[in-house]
């Protein structure tokens, strides 16, 4: 199991390693909790408020565990325009999943499209949108 | 039999996969290639040349038999026989991560031609080429390049901006998931013309794909480029690090807040040193341009906007991807013509060009030619050249609504304008579809986009004003 000193060590030579650090203990843990925070600012000299502040920056950071399965539905204007605000209700009507608003894709000619984890769906309709979220 | 099937986002979201296992499973040898493009197309299989899609598993074996439809040859379909493709010139022919393919299509020639003339003449063809920023605000390149080689520091930067985040795009998407040799190319010959030896790739975290790919990449190519060094670093969500100051700030692994201009980021820019920052479609456009000369690039496009552009045909549209040509075509013949209308078979009522931050254009302006200054012109922007394409079903009030929405979500929070003003306008515009004092709450809305327009520290909050403003000259009836 990599420990948070394992990824503070990986990173020791790397120009601007917050980010990435950030990153890594997000994958490894699945959050960014108050004690890596700490412990992250610790090391690398900055202050706890600093490194909070990046962490409640960014869309992608979050501090507390999301145990349900996560589906990102993009809603930008591209999949808008092909119809992705009908699945929405389908997405409300339910709790099992969470599924979170993303802004693009970059999959814009065949939306509406989702991402599961780093796999990418697209062409959504009711249907396969159903079937995509009883199968994660 | 060898059937080629690109692995790019795009057809792995269409279900390449599948076909591709279906393939090996009947015993055929499958290449994955780049993707051409023709997303309506994806699936895309090719077999001899000859390309059948959208493919489904189940058309495995009429493929093999020789029996299933075919769309004819893939290089004489009239969407790729009418592009220009310089840029997207190796799109669907090669293997992404095969240098082997990139140095059989002219790979590395860039680069080797930039170090036999040295560095003030490489910068000499960026410029002579009039090549502009592709990221949307068409800063002449070869300026840019200039700036940074003429300013004295122990340390420079390279830094690609590949956080691709406005909808109706994804050419920088396909550059790094179909060609990363070509951008990875394009920045080592900027490090050698400015005296860089360091470059970064910041790829947004919506695109795993690309990342996986241009790290592979990376690690094929370092000894190519060295003493240039590339290193991949990836975002977190945040729009706004798409402005060069704030993707700055990211790399240095602060908040993604934008910093005031000047000092501009050439002459102090990542930790404080010059710094070139362009976007991925600038960069990969270069190699080419050495390659082939300046002047040759520049004789493609009109007026100042020299060279082709990576056009996106996006959102509801018949034939939607990636269509290179040069500048000067008109919205027109690209939305209607090459893009066949909508895909949903019902009228365009408009189309977003540019990202969330572009105008909303109607079909009585469809005369307008893809130009940056005949968009500024018509108080519109290129942007990234994205296309996105509505029928008459929107409701237009709705995304004005929505394109303050988008900004304040994504707002950095730290310029007062787009950070009151947006969540300002959506209360307004919520007013307004409610059908509570409109005529004065249009007027407020009016005065609140001038004032971030010009009082907006970066293009978030300064070009949202765009999309809404356009929406109601427009449509005025979708306010009412």
């Avoid at chain 2, 590395?108 to 000499?124: F, M, N, P, S, Y």
């Avoid at chain 2, 940056?372 to 994205?386: M, V």
Wanted: proline content about 5%.
């Amino acid at each position: 199991m990599t420990s948070i000193d394992d990824i503070l060590i990986e990173h020791h030579d790397q120009e601007g390693p917050l980010l990435p650090i950030l990153h890594d203990v997000q994958k490894a843990f699945g959050h960014v909790s108050e004690d890596a925070m700490r412990q992250i600012a610790e090391t690398l000299n900055l202050t706890r408020a600093e490194v909070y502040g990046v962490v409640s920056f960014y869309h992608d950071l979050r501090m507390e565990v999301e145990t349900r399965p996560v589906l990102k539905l993009c809603r930008s204007e591209a999949c808008k325009a092909r119809g992705v605000e009908a699945l929405v209700p389908l997405a409300e009507s339910q709790s099992r999943v969470k599924v979170e608003t993303v802004y693009c894709l970059g999959l814009c000619s065949v939306g509406p499209a989702a991402m599961v984890g780093d796999q990418v769906h697209a062409r959504l309709n009711q249907d396969r949108f159903s079937a995509l979220m009883a199968a994660i | 039999m060898k059937v080629r099937i690109s692995d790019d986002a795009l057809a792995l979201a269409c279900g390449a996969d599948i076909v591709a296992a279906g393939f090996k499973k009947a015993g055929v040898v499958v290449e994955r290639v780049s993707s051409w493009g023709m997303h309506w197309l994806e699936p895309l299989v090719e077999f001899d040349g000859v390309g059948y899609g959208p493919v489904c598993v189940d058309d495995v074996a009429m493929i093999i038999d020789g029996r299933a439809q075919s769309i004819g040859r893939i290089e004489d379909h009239p969407f790729i026989a009418r592009q220009s493709r310089l840029t997207f010139a190796r799109a669907g022919k090669t293997r992404p991560t095969s240098l082997d393919d990139y140095y059989a299509t002219e790979g590395w020639i860039g680069l080797a031609k930039a170090r036999e003339i040295g560095a003030a003449a490489t910068i000499d063809v960026v410029l002579e080429s009039g090549l502009r920023g592709r990221g949307g605000a068409g800063f002449p390149a070869g300026i840019k390049w200039k700036t940074v080689a003429s300013a004295v520091a122990e340390q420079k930067y390279i830094v690609c901006n590949a956080d691709e985040g406005d909808s109706g795009t994804f050419a920088d998407r396909m550059v790094m998931e179909g060609d990363p040799f070509m951008l990875i190319e394009g920045m080592a010959i900027a490090g050698f013309a400015v005296g860089a030896s360091m470059g970064y790739v910041y790829i947004r975290s919506e695109y795993p794909h690309a990342i996986a790919k241009m790290e592979a990449a990376i690690r094929l190519s370092a000894h190519l480029i060295a003493p240039f060094v590339i290193e991949v670093r990836v975002g977190a969500g945040a729009y706004v690090c798409g402005e060069e100051t704030s993707l700055l700030n990211s790399i240095e692994g602060k908040r993604g807040e934008v910093r005031a201009k000047p000092p501009l980021p050439a002459l102090e820019g990542l930790f404080g040193k010059p710094t070139v920052v362009n976007n991925v479609l600038t960069l990969a456009t270069v190699p080419w341009i050495l390659a082939h000369g300046g002047d040759t690039y520049a004789a493609f496009g009109a007026g100042r906007s020299k060279g082709t552009m990576p056009i996106q045909l996006a959102g509801n549209v018949k034939y939607g991807g990636l269509f290179e040509v040069a500048f000067g075509i008109t919205l027109g013949e690209l939305v209607n013509e090459i893009g066949g209308s909508t895909a949903s078979g019902r009228p365009v009522r408009c189309v977003q060009v540019g990202g969330p931050l572009g105008a909303y254009i109607p079909p009585s302006q469809f005369d307008l030619p893809f130009d940056y200054e005949a968009f500024a012109a018509a108080d519109a922007l290129i942007g990234h050249a994205g296309i996105t394409v509505f029928d008459d079903t929107v409701e237009m009030a709705q995304m004005a609504r929505f394109a303050m929405e988008f900004c304040a979500f994504e707002s950095c929070g730290k310029c007062t304008p787009c950070r009151l003003g947006s969540t300002r306008g959506v209360e307004t515009i919520d007013q307004i579809i409610a059908g509570k004092n409109v005529d004065a709450n249009l007027a407020l809305i009016t005065d609140l986009a001038e004032t971030m327009k010009y009082g907006s520290l970066c293009a978030l909050g300064g070009f949202t004003p765009y999309p809404v403003m356009s929406a109601i000259k427009h449509f005025p009836e979708d306010f009412r």
